[in-house]
Each structure stands twice: as structure tokens, then as C-alpha cells.
């Protein structure tokens, strides 16, 4: 049967995750009891000092070397009067209560790692591992705005020069920005080291004694103590200089943001939101930084989702880029497109907007007429009024007969726009007329549209040549506006025809469909139905999408029916389309219907 003994040690403090003070350190011997071997000996474990809390608090444990089972207490006393190693002090970190070692920005512990960065609002790979002094800094700003409490506010203790003024900050304004927090802790160092390594020497000067310090730990020997330095550092007058070369940053824009160091919110205008996002990229003001995002974000228009989309990608602001993006999806063809700030659209974006499912346009011939536009708008760029669609097309027309537009030199770089739309879309005679005398598509691309036609009519109207439907299906819409309670557009694809149709049941409720109608219908223009194809089938298999959008808040509201196969007849309730029902506050709805006709 074993044996277990305790000895009281000297009393010693120790804090655990409890709060609670232990006044007492326990010395814990175990090990089976055996019978002396022959010769006297006693083989036994070694023996574990236990330092810590009884409780949940953190527990240390420091492995002895074999004692006699029999001390006598003038060794056991001699024991413990030995002089403590100094070991590394350790911190508490998250609410789970980890330790770490502070100095070591790249420690094993990842999960007291992760845990600190949640803490401080950081990502974990782009603060902790790719740039340190980052942990370091928010460690900084958050142990000198409790130290700095009892200093005047109207102390001006810190000059920055930066665009040729010279701003006087107070230290607790100064520490709400990352990049002046970093200055100041290097004008404290002297100079004499990098950021780094300041900031490595003030931070264990600078925590308070309670923050989960080990029993032992001993602080660096050539750091201040934290009482030295909370009476030394508020008072410390200095000059820290910041070099910025960003067009952006204007004086004013400059000033907006400092002056949100004092006063929340500031008021500023739409105008000057880009320059003062980019002042607070450089000052690293997270808060400012947010709000000129969703300042911008709420005021997006066709004179500025340009600007405000380049502002995003440059300053690496994720929801301002994609909510620009989106803006964009949904107005490029019905508000974009008939003004002059389409020519400012970056091909980039305008690349990413028309490979997007979403994308709205009334019809393919739009979107196509809308990009024709933007090209046009690229060769004439001084040019401040839109031109008529007879002017673009005589421009395009004035070019070599012998090769296409989108076969010069030029035109390769548009190719990758051009190769996003549907052609196969665009069915109507005097459209396909229009696509082939403006010289700007290569021969092959114009042959495989007359193909497909050629197919498509042989086969009933069945699109053989569509393989997928999210990217190649063809696509109509409706911009239900505010002042309609009901919207209705005959299409004619192939010889069938069909209603698309929107109604508004009441101030935040509509429903959209679409039916198929037969030729003679009254309501049908004369023009389609007489000169335009008819087909004598009485069912037409359709593969359709209804997807209806609007914006509340500064978010989108997506209503979709999902794509459904069905059969289409004449007669009632095969006629009509699944119906999607919308409940929503926003104003206008985009309503887009997209359609194949599979093999049947």
C-alpha cells in the first residue's frame, strides 16, 4: 500500500483563475512504500513540488531529485531556503485562462495564440504570424490606456509632423491608432532599436503585476518598473514624423481623421469619405476605417462606385469591393449603361460582372448594346456626352472591311469581355442583322450563332447547343418600380411565346411568373406574331429561373424559385410558371427570368 505525506512550506502568494489568493504552498511527496533492499537502499519515484491554486487557476509543476525516505527537517528546511531559478514569466491569455510566454511571438502554443487574437479583434495569420509587432502594438494600446487615465486631457504631449503641419496629439487619442502607437513606442526607445525589440522590452514593464504572473518570475533586469514607467511616460514631451505619399490623403482628409480620434462620429461628406478611408489605412484607425466602408457602402451611385471600387481593392477593404461589385450587377445595363460614368468602369470589374449568374439585363441585345458602348467609350475618351445608338454603330462600321474589330490589336484585350455574353440570345431578325453588318465580330463567331439558330428551328426550338444552364441560359427582366402594380413583356423565342409578368399585392408584396401564350392572343404584338416565327407544337418543355433582388439596408434581398423543369401547354394550369413570391421593402425589385428549351 502506498503512503502520501504533506508538508507545509513557506507561505508564499499565488494568484489563480479563480482570483482568489492562496497563501499556502504545498510539498507533495507519493510513492509506494517497499521494504529496504539488501544493502539498505530505497529505490523511489521522484519527487514533484506543486506551486499553484487549488482551484481552476494554473498549476506548475517542478520535478525534485530523489530524497531518503527519511529526511531529517534540517535538510528538508535547507531544501526549501534554496535560491529559486529565474524562469521566463508567462501570461494569462483568453478566457480559458492559457499561459504563454509573451516574448515569443511565434510560440508553440497556438491555442493560447488564437485565443489572444480573438481577444484583440486580430487575425490570427495576418497579425500573430506574418506581422508580430502587430499582437505587440494592440498589447501596448491597451495597457497605456489604463495607465494614462489620470492625464489631463488638454496635455498635448506628442507633436506629429506629417504633410507638412505639425498636429499636437494627447497620449490616450494617440494609442487609438496603430501606426502612431508604433512611432511612439520607438521615439521611447531611443531610436537605438527597431519596433520590435522596443516593444519586446516595454511590454513587461508596462503590464500590471496581477496579470497572471508565475510565482518566481522575475522581470527583465534592464526594464523600468511599471510604477517608473506610468509616472515617467505620460509626461514625456516628443515630435514623431509620418512620411505619406498617397494622393488620396489630402491636408483636409488628413485632419478628418484626427479630429475622429477626439469627437465620434465627425461629420464628412460622400466626397470625402475615399480620402479620409485612405487617412485611416495609414494611421491604422480600425473604427474610422469601418465606418468610411459602410458610409461608402450606403452611398454608392454610377458617379462614384468607380472610385469607391478602386478605393476597396487599394486599401484591401473586402466588403466595400464585393458590395460594389454587386451594386454594379444589378445596375450596369438599366442605369450604368445610359450615362456617361460608364466609360470610368475598370475592365477588371466589368469582366467579374459579366461572368457574374446574377448579372440583370432586360435582354441579351442590351447587355450587348451596353458593352459596345463601354468600347466605344475606351476609343473616345474625351468625349462628355453619350453618343446615340446610330453614332456608335456608323463609328464600328468606319473600320477595315477586311478584318473585325475584335481582330486587331486593339480589340484582343476585349475578347475575354465579349466571350461572357450570349449571342445564341439574341433571336430577333433585325438584332442578328445589326450583329452582322457592324464588323466588329470575327466571321467564326457570327457563323456559330447563325448555327445554333439553324439547329435550334430544325429540332422545334429544342437548344441543343446549350450545355449548361447557369452560364448559357437565356435571360429577360422587369424593373419593378415603384409606381407599378402591374408589369407584363411578350418575348417570342423560336416561335413560342410567353408573358412575363409581375404583379403587387400590397406595399411589400409581389409575385412574378410567367405563362405561355398562344399567337392569336390580342394582347400580343401584330409585328412578332405575323412576321416572326410560330411554332404549331402544343407542348414546349422550358428549364426556368425566377430570381427577384432588392436592396434594404445596404444589403441585397435575393428571392429565387431554383431551376425548375416543366411542360408548358395552352390551357390553364400548364400555362403558367411556378410563381415566386416576394416579400420585401425595397425599391425598385430586379426581376430576371431565365430559360432553356432542353430536348423533348
Request: hydrophobic share 40%.
Amino acid at each position: 500500500m502506498g503512503c502520501f505525506s504533506v508538508y507545509p512550506a513557506a507561505s508564499t502568494r499565488v494568484t489563480g483563475r479563480s482570483g482568489l489568493d492562496q497563501e499556502t504552498r504545498f510539498l507533495c511527496e507519493a510513492g509506494p512504500a517497499e521494504s529496504p533492499a539488501p544493502g539498505g537502499s530505497v529505490s523511489e519515484p521522484p519527487k514533484a513540488l506543486l506551486l499553484g491554486s487549488d482551484r481552476l487557476g494554473p498549476v506548475d509543476l517542478v520535478l525534485l531529485p530523489p530524497a531518503l525516505p527519511c529526511a531529517s527537517p534540517l535538510s528538508f528546511m535547507a531544501m526549501l531556503n534554496q535560491k529559486p531559478r529565474a524562469r521566463l514569466e508567462r501570461r494569462t491569455t483568453g478566457s480559458t485562462n492559457r499561459w504563454r510566454f509573451p516574448r515569443e511571438p511565434f510560440s508553440r502554443d497556438l491555442l493560447a495564440l488564437s485565443q489572444m487574437c480573438k481577444v484583440m479583434s486580430l487575425d490570427l495569420d495576418e497579425a500573430a504570424l506574418k506581422d508580430p509587432d502587430r499582437l505587440r502594438i494592440r498589447k501596448i494600446q491597451r495597457t497605456f490606456s489604463e495607465s494614462l487615465r489620470s492625464i489631463q486631457s488638454g496635455d498635448a504631449v506628442v507633436t506629429l509632423q506629417c504633410l507638412g503641419f505639425a498636429w499636437e496629439l494627447n497620449l490616450p487619442q494617440l494609442f487609438q491608432s496603430e501606426t502612431l502607437t508604433k512611432l511612439y513606442v520607438t521615439a521611447l526607445g531611443g531610436h537605438t532599436a527597431g519596433p520590435g525589440k522596443t516593444l519586446e522590452r516595454l511590454l513587461p514593464a508596462l503590464a500590471p503585476p496581477s496579470a497572471g504572473t508565475v510565482l518566481g518570475a522575475q522581470p527583465p533586469c534592464d526594464v523600468p518598473s511599471p510604477q517608473k514607467i506610468r509616472e515617467r511616460a505620460p509626461v514625456q514631451k516628443m515630435t514623431i514624423s509620418l512620411k505619406i505619399n498617397d494622393p488620396l490623403i489630402t491636408k483636409v482628409a488628413f485632419a478628418t481623421a484626427l479630429k475622429n480620434l477626439y469627437t465620434s462620429p465627425v461629420d464628412m461628406t460622400l466626397d470625402d469619405a475615399p480620402g479620409v478611408l485612405a487617412s485611416a489605412h495609414a494611421l491604422q484607425f480600425s473604427s474610422l476605417f469601418q465606418r468610411c466602408s459602410a458610409m461608402m457602402i450606403d452611398g454608392l451611385t454610377s458617379s462614384n462606385v468607380n472610385n469607391f471600387y478602386l478605393a476597396g481593392c487599394k486599401y484591401k477593404n473586402g466588403p466595400l469591393t464585393a458590395a460594389c461589385q454587386k451594386w454594379l450587377e444589378m445596375n450596369l445595363v438599366p442605369e450604368v449603361g445610359r450615362q456617361i460614368h460608364l466609360q470610368k468602369v475598370p475592365k477588371e470589374l466589368l469582366h467579374k460582372v459579366l461572368r457574374s449568374p446574377r448579372l440583370f439585363t432586360f435582354n441579351e441585345f442590351h447587355l450587348l448594346k451596353t458593352l459596345l458602348l463601354w468600347v466605344y467609350l475606351q476609343l473616345n475618351h474625351r468625349i462628355q456626352t453619350l453618343p446615340t445608338y446610330e453614332t456608335m454603330l456608323t463609328f464600328f462600321n468606319s473600320f477595315p472591311k477586311r478584318c473585325s474589330v475584335l481582330d486587331q490589336d486593339e480589340g484582343h484585350g476585349w475578347t475575354a469581355l465579349f466571350l461572357c455574353l450570349r449571342l445564341h440570345g439574341v433571336t430577333k431578325g433585325e438584332d442578328l442583322d445589326m450583329l452582322q453588318h457592324i464588323n466588329f465580330f470575327p466571321e467564326a463567331w457570327l457563323f456559330r450563332v447563325a448555327t445554333n439558330h439553324y439547329h435550334a428551328v430544325e429540332n422545334g426550338g429544342d437548344m441543343v447547343h446549350v450545355r449548361d444552364f447557369t452560364s448559357e441560359a437565356v435571360r429577360f427582366g422587369m424593373l419593378f418600380d415603384q409606381e407599378y402594380t402591374t408589369y407584363s413583356e411578350m418575348i417570342a423565342v423560336y416561335g413560342f411565346f410567353f408573358e412575363i409578368k409581375g404583379i403587387k399585392n400590397n406595399a411589400t408584396s409581389y409575385s412574378f411568373y410567367m405563362q405561355r401564350m398562344r399567337p392569336t392572343d390580342v394582347r400580343f404584338p401584330s409585328s412578332v406574331s405575323e412576321r416572326g416565327l410560330v411554332s404549331l407544337r402544343a407542348e414546349r418543355l422550358v428549364r426556368y429561373e425566377i430570381r427577384a433582388e432588392a436592396l434594404v439596408d445596404s444589403q441585397w434581398q435575393e428571392f429565387q424559385t431554383g431551376p425548375i423543369t416543366q411542360r408548358f401547354r395552352f390551357v390553364r394550369p400548364s400555362c403558367r410558371s411556378q410563381v415566386l413570391e416576394v416579400q420585401t421593402v425595397g425599391k425598385p425589385v430586379y426581376v430576371s427570368f431565365s430559360f432553356i428549351f432542353p430536348a423533348s
